[in-house]
């Protein structure tokens, strides 16, 4: 039976890229110099089947002085 998964991320960082058709939101808070960003991928699967959901995205580290 197939099965319809959703699948939510969310990072303190810049979301750039998403794959199997995820979509990305800023919610417009920040954390530091970072903004929080939210991923959504609705994923459907067969029984048995796998697959994998990639992101990539960029964070400001402060270093100090």
Known sequence: KKIKLNITKT??????EVNESGTTKKSGKYNGLNPSS???WTVSLDK???????????VYVYQGY
């Open 11 to 16: 990072v303190n960082g810049d979301i750039k």
């Open 48 to 58: 048995g089947e796998k697959k994998v959901v990639n992101y990539t995205y960029e």
């Open 38 to 40: 939210e991923t959504e």
